[in-house]
């Protein structure tokens, strides 16, 4: 099973391209049912990605998938990683956060539109060792810009 899933991932890596994704379905993992698995590259790492990225229009790919397919609630890792980097400075970590932020913002407003169930429950995931004061920065910029009606929890 896991050899066939390798050969498939080989596969899905030499006819895809940045920004597409696919789907895993799961019964194993607690309140996860369904991982979107996008493909990207080394550009993610660069500080200078826009609202047109390949990885931005791929995310509301993935929202409108999401919505299309009855998913009500979706957990996107906010800096568009899982570990933090050299190259993740604090305005590193703000100014791609803000772009993911609004971005997302956009897109949720668009999804009036495209019929299908609403994303209920929206969380951003950061890396685990990122530090304090980013957190409490982002918080804070999360907050500006969503109209939050549950107060944000640190860990």
């Known amino acids: 099973m896991v050899m ?3 050969k498939y991932q080989r596969k899905i890596s030499l006819f895809s391209k940045t920004g597409d994704f696919y789907l895993t379905k799961h019964s194993n993992l607690c309140e996860t049912h369904i991982v979107f698995h996008m493909v990207v ?3 993610v790492e660069d500080g200078n990605i826009s609202s047109r990225h390949p990885v ?3 995310m509301r790919n993935v ?19 899982h570990k933090m ?3 993740m400075t604090i305005a590193w970590c703000m100014k791609r956060a803000e772009l993911v932020f609004k971005c997302i913002k956009g897109f949720m407003m668009e999804m009036g539109g495209w019929g ?9 995931l950061l ?15 999360l907050s500006s810009i969503f109209r ?3 107060p944000i929890r640190g860990s």
Do not use: H, R
């Not at 929202?63 to 906010?78: F, G, Y």
């Not at 890396?127 to 910029?141: C, E, G, Y």
């Open 127 to 141: 890396p685990k060792d990122i530090d304090q004061d980013v957190f409490a920065k982002l918080t804070s910029m």
């Open 148 to 150: 939050v009606s549950n």
């Open 63 to 81: 929202l409108k998938t999401a919505c299309l397919n009855d998913v009500t609630s979706l957990t996107i890792p906010l800096l568009l990683g």
């Open 116 to 124: 299908g169930t609403e994303i209920k429950t929206l969380q951003f």
């Open 4 to 6: 066939q899933l390798l």
């Open 41 to 43: 590259d080394n550009t």
């Open 85 to 87: 980097s050299e190259k």
């Open 56 to 58: 931005i229009i791929g």
